[in-house]
């Protein structure tokens, strides 16, 4: 396929995309397919971008997010400057939907640097429109206004209809926000001359809704209503989820607030249910509110009081997960700040050095110079000998060692005792092992080729200590893997798990969940952890794998695990003859409890490990 029918390959996904993301996924893989064998790394990068696209619509943020940075690396590499600016943008959208606003702007600004290393004036406009959507999301009317006032030159005097559309409309959702409702009618009427225009029922939708709010804070409550059940109809047929939550939530309490209680607590139920299957614990926490306060405009006194308290839960859990993210994000600057401190500190150490070094040439003799260099040289070559082998011999178990330990010492206070068990486990069991392994070999490297039998014996006793090490290594892990599955979760621990892994750069891990807003019994979580746990390493240490995908679904009835990686793959059936303890461990874990563990595996084409394991609602025997 030539290079130009891919390209019109792809313009037919994202035309189809509007109305048939099934279908635009079909296009997007076939035009992946149809690059990579053509070698056409753009088409490839476009393929991702459609990819990414798909998996924000359907609410599945953690795919979409791998998709967009596979696009971004992509056209970083190739100097495509305005297309990475496009796919920093779409990101941007995606923090935004998880909530991660410092994360939203770091992306919009390097999109807004990409654009000025374009010279692209009208790109950069486009970026001041989206920072001013995200600056009225987080109340920052001011620069809001002056992103909007910045971009307007540049697009009123391009005629592009979807710039006009976005820019008008800014400005009514800014003045909406701020309860300016004529002025907010103004820009909205002038976004209603791009927005028929467009062909895109999504824009529409959107459109729609604003001026629902808009004629709403207007007092034409009729009107306001019609133009939302419009709306949530559009959301409905484009099958947005995470859209038509925000609809339906915004026509419920337009319908509370005109008196009609019980059609306000269909569509808040059913927004309710909506921003649980996206998992919006920020729309759950509202719609529980609302709900409270109509049933409590109904008479139903006790429901207003059930759903109040579990507003109240909701919220602490939204307050919660925000202040861990702050934690993490302080612990990151202040991480970030220590290394420009310590790269200046060595900056200024190598300026010193270099003179120090000039004047050395200015006096000293030639032979006495070369042979300090030489000297110079020798010992910091052996140095990097002794890291490189130090780190060769500890990255794997180092890896399995500390990765919840690094979790604890960011998210958690007062553990001190914790700690200090794990640093004498790992000093004085660990340690003593390693570095007595670290001795036996600097003797075998004086009498390699002198003595077999001797040589013989110190690899049995060192390979006996490594079994040894290796078994401390794994009781360690257990104790530091369970606390963490205990305290913040299976999805938690497994984040932080694969976060380890790819922090490692020793293989690629990525993980994704669909339906585990809601934790299981901790005896469930902390099985399956270990269960995953084992398969991984099993896949670091012999498999030979780029990429490794961890996939956690779940059910009403079941808990599925996928471990999917794409190493050299390996003959089960022979494994077991050979004595293969570890699939034996793996399905009798899973049998404990009441479900089964299967592999699917041949020389050559990878591994899939399936852990299946039948779950139960709470209050069930």
Same mark, same amino acid.
């Given at each position: ?10 313009? =037919? ?14 296009? &997007? ?6 690059? =990579? ?49 496009? &796919? ?24 807004? =640097? ?10 950069? &406009? ?9 600056? #009225? ?22 005629? *592009? ?48 809704? =604003? ?22 109809? *559009? ?107 310590? #790269? ?52 794997? *178990? ?145 498999? *030979? ?53 299967? #592999? ?22």
């Amino acid at each position: 396929m030539s290079r130009d029918s891919i390209t019109a390959l792809f313009q =037919r996904a994202l035309k189809t995309q509007s109305r048939d993301l099934d279908s635009a996924m079909a296009l &997007a893989k076939e035009g992946l397919k149809a690059s =990579r064998y053509a070698g056409f790394e753009t088409g490839v990068g476009w393929a991702f971008m459609r990819f990414g696209s798909i998996y924000r619509e359907r609410a599945i943020n953690d795919s979409a997010l791998f998709y967009y940075r596979k696009t971004l690396k992509i056209r970083l590499k190739n100097g495509e400057l305005l297309p990475a600016a496009y &796919a920093c943008k779409d990101i941007n959208y995606v923090f935004q939907d998880l909530g991660k606003r410092d994360s939203a702007f770091f992306y919009l600004l390097n999109a807004m =640097r990409l654009c000025d290393r374009a010279d692209d004036a009208l790109a950069k &406009a486009m970026m001041h429109v989206e920072l001013a959507e995200l600056s #009225i999301k987080y109340e920052a009317y001011d620069d809001a206004l002056r992103y909007l006032e910045s971009a307007t030159p540049a697009v009123e005097a391009s005629g *592009d209809s979807v710039l006009n559309y976005q820019l008008y409309g800014e400005y009514g959702i800014l003045f909406l926000a701020q309860g300016r409702f004529e002025e907010a009618l103004q820009y909205l009427v002038k976004a209603s001359e791009y927005v028929e225009g467009l062909g895109s029922k999504y824009y529409k939708a959107r459109h729609l809704n =604003r001026l629902a709010s808009c004629y709403e804070g207007l007092g034409n409550a009729r009107l306001a209503e019609q133009l939302y059940r419009q709306a949530v109809l *559009d959301y409905k047929a484009l099958e947005m989820p995470l859209a038509l939550a925000l609809g339906q939530f915004n026509l419920g309490q337009a319908l509370l607030r005109s008196g009609q209680v019980d059609s306000a607590l269909v569509y808040l139920h059913r927004s309710l249910r909506g921003a649980r299957g996206v998992q919006d614990r920020y729309r759950v926490a509202r719609c529980l509110d609302v709900l409270s306060e109509a049933y409590a405009e109904n008479g139903a006194f006790e429901k207003a009081y059930a759903y109040q308290r579990r507003f109240a839960r909701a919220q602490d859990s939204v307050l919660n997960e925000e202040k861990v993210t702050s934690i993490a994000e302080m612990q990151t600057r202040y991480d970030t700040e220590k290394k420009e401190q310590e #790269i200046l500190l060595l900056d200024e150490r190598s300026r010193t050095r270099t003179a120090q070094r000039n004047a050395l040439l200015a006096g000293a003799a030639v032979l006495l110079l070369a042979l300090f260099l030489l000297g110079f040289a020798y010992v910091q070559r052996r140095r990097l000998a002794k890291k490189n082998e130090q780190l060769a011999k500890q990255r794997i *178990d180092a890896l399995l060692n500390t990765q919840e330990i690094n979790t604890y010492n960011a998210m958690l206070e007062g553990q001190e005792e914790e700690r200090k068990r794990i640093a004498s486990d790992l000093h004085d069991r660990l340690g003593s092992m390693l570095s007595t392994i670290k001795l036996l070999f600097g003797a075998l490297d004086d009498k390699i080729d002198r003595s077999q039998v001797q040589n013989e014996e110190r690899f049995q006793k060192v390979t006996t200590l490594l079994d040894d090490a290796v078994v401390e290594v794994r009781r360690i892990s257990h104790n530091l893997g369970t606390g963490m599955v205990t305290s913040f979760g299976l999805v938690a621990a497994l984040q932080d798990l694969t976060d380890s892994i790819n922090e490692s750069n020793l293989i690629q891990c990525k993980l994704l969940t669909y339906g585990m807003d809601e934790r299981l019994d901790t005896q469930t979580e902390v099985a399956v952890y270990r269960m995953v746990q084992e398969i991984m390493t099993n896949t670091l240490k012999h498999a *030979d794998a780029q990429v490794v995908q961890v996939q956690v679904n779940r059910s009403e009835t079941t808990l599925s695990v996928t471990v999917e990686d794409d190493g050299k793959g390996f003959d089960p059936a022979k494994a077991k003859r050979q004595g293969g303890m570890g699939l034996e461990n793996l399905s009798a874990r899973a049998a404990k409890l009441n479900g089964s563990y299967h #592999i699917d595996s041949a020389p050559g084409r990878g591994s899939i490990s399936i852990i299946e394991i039948p779950i139960h609602e709470k209050g069930e025997n």
